[in-house]
């Protein structure tokens, strides 16, 4: 285990095999750290700052972590989580940002930046006099220039310390926050408990412990914050007096990917032992397997059931440190240059054959012919819907990012994908582009590499899940109207392996059976890169409208997209409705997937030559509608050459800005 922090005399290392002198706002080191030392996993049990850092830093590296880089976002920035809670109508105190003072909420009201944590910028204020001081402070201490001003809620405080596995909330202990004490268990653990939940959910904590502060007033519990991670007031500590449950143990088992240890508890409250009348409500628990129950009485703890404390019993502080167990060593593989060596085989092989086949198949001087009299305007035609489609999907991209915390303009992301077409037209396959599109926002974004990539992977699958949707309906309308083979059959599977993947990826009642495969993806050392993914999309299971938007824009963006197909067909001289190519497209989009060729060169015309030859269009016709239509892409991708030339000549200089 290695501890982590700035300061030498942490109290966290002397329970720790190693330690590391760095400070937990140097993102950058921790993650140089991470990779050298080999990690299993990274936990950030004591302070909201380093909840974020963790989860990314897990997220990039592909390690099993209990909550996505997004989550951590919305629970260790007071505005963030502010923000999400009201948008799922959770009741909270009301706030306000300000960047000078304001009286609206009256005195007294608390002040504090939405970017720190602990004490610091934060003042409670009674008059109009301390307001001014307060707000001037709060904004010095704030990273994003903001202040947060929140009423002071009337009414008693209480804290809620839960348990969250495979989407099940389980409240442990709720407690009234007194000045100098905790007291457990409180009479207010119902209602508490339940907006608690709510909270939970909304800002999308599925795995691992969380603690949340609420106010008790006449209107109800209201939210103050939510952290998650361990409470940093011995909560872990009391649930083990109390409940008999070891919650530092479970947070590590959350954090290295392990199942939960079993551990099951009647343990009569320390109230109930003390002769108190409040009835406990202890926690039957076997592997999350049953719930709470009332207690009939006080009972004693059944010997030996109790989680084993990791690491020879010592356990884990609620301070902030990042935990990790050194990992094996990998088994010899593949050189760089050996796998570089076979990709250029393979590409060079499914290249030829596919160039084999062609020249089999058509005339070349009457294909040249057909292609130097094609009808200009089809032609133009299709080029301006391929363009001006970049529009819609970049601002569906920016709708993505938004929810994961990243704030980017719109016309910048125009430009990057306009950019990353040029990219696709020298690296293989059509991911090709999406890589540089990661790599470019990443940089502009540092930290967030994940929920970038996780929101380009989700528009891919978007995109592909669109087509296909056209794909079954052009399947429908072509049962018994056109004769394309098996292509009609092998769109049908995709079609049905499409809906499957989608209940995979968002489904919770799916995680147990994928689990299983973490065996086999270990083995063939695909786990982290899946797991990264998976996480990644798994996140925008939070946003249902927002998918549905989404996914009904790309529909319809798709749509249009698939007439640019038929105008290159139109071009020349292929008479053929646009029907059939709604079945086209989707396989078209799989075949340009082919890892080995450069931009699909000649497996994409191969592919027109084949799908096309079904329906009664020779083959100089149809290879010459597939080659057009590389020429519209090519034609796509000059904006973004030309954009790249123009920077490269004003040695242009991307901007990172940060986002707190």
Known sequence: MIAVDRDPAAPGFRYADRRAIVSLDDEPALERLAEAERVQGV????????????????????????????????????????????????????????TEPDDEFGFPCVVKPPDRQGRRG??????????????????????????????????????????????????????????LAHLWP????????????????????????????????????????????????????????????????LALSAALGEEAPACTSSRASLASRRGSSARPVPLEWSGFGSTAAPAGGAQSSPRGRRASRPWNGRPAQPSAYASARSMPK?????????????????????????????????????????????????????????????????????????????????????????????????????????????YETARRHPGQGAPVASSVLLERALGGTATLALAAVGFALAIGHYDVGAYLWIEGAFVIATAVLAVALF????????????????????????????????AYRAYPRLLA????????????????IWFAGKAVGVELSPRPYYVMGPLLFLVLLVPFSVNGIAVRESFFVSFLGNLGVDADKAFATGFLFFVVTLALSLPGALLLGWQSLRGFHKPSPHHG
């Not at 009642?509 to 993914?533: D, S």
Request: proline letters at 6%; glycine letters at 8%.
């Open 186 to 249: 409180s009479h207010r653990g119902e209602w508490a408990t339940a907006v608690a939940e709510r909270a939970a959910r909304a800002l999308g904590i599925e795995e691992g412990p969380s603690s949340t502060q609420l106010r008790v007033g006449p209107e109800g519990p209201r939210v103050v914050e939510l952290g998650a991670r361990l409470g940093g007031g011995h909560d872990a500590e009391l649930c083990e007096a109390a409940l008999g449950i070891d919650l530092n143990g």
């Open 43 to 98: 936990i950030a049990p004591g302070i909201d700052w380093a909840v974020g850092p963790a989860a990314r830093i897990a997220a990039r590296f592909g390690l099993p972590h209990p909550i996505s880089p997004e989550t951590a976002v919305l629970s260790s920035s007071k505005l963030r989580q502010r923000e999400r809670l009201a948008q799922a109508g959770v009741p909270q105190t009301r706030w306000k940002i300000v």
């Open 330 to 438: 990998p088994s010899p593989s593949l050189s760089r240059a050996q796998k570089r060596l076979l990709r250029v085989g393979a590409t060079l092989v499914v290249t030829g054959l596919c160039t084999a086949y062609l020249v089999w198949k058509i005339d070349l001087s009457r294909t040249l012919h057909l292609l130097a009299h094609a009808h200009l305007g089809y032609f133009l035609g299709a080029v301006a819907i391929m363009v001006l489609s970049v529009w819609p999907m970049a601002w569906r991209w920016e709708k993505l990012l938004r929810v994961r915390g990243i704030h980017e303009r719109l016309a910048w992301l125009v430009r990057a994908y306009f950019v990353a077409y040029t990219a696709g037209q020298v690296l293989p396959t059509a991911v090709g582009g999406d890589a540089v599109r990661i």
């Open 507 to 538: 489904s919770r009642r799916m995680r147990p059976l994928l689990a299983r495969t973490v065996p086999l993806l270990r083995a063939i050392r695909l786990e982290r890169p899946v797991r990264a993914v998976y996480e990644g999309i798994h």
């Open 549 to 564: 938007g989404v996914f009904m824009l790309t529909l319809a963006v798709q749509a249009v997209r698939v007439l640019a």
């Open 122 to 179: 934060l003042a409670l204020v009674r008059s109009r006099e301390e307001l001014e001081a307060a707000v001037r402070e709060a904004l010095r201490a704030s990273r994003s220039g903001l202040c947060l001003v929140e009423e002071l809620a009337q009414g008693p405080e209480v804290t809620v310390t839960a348990f969250s596995r495979r989407g099940v909330f389980r409240p442990l202990t709720v407690m009234d926050r007194l000045p």
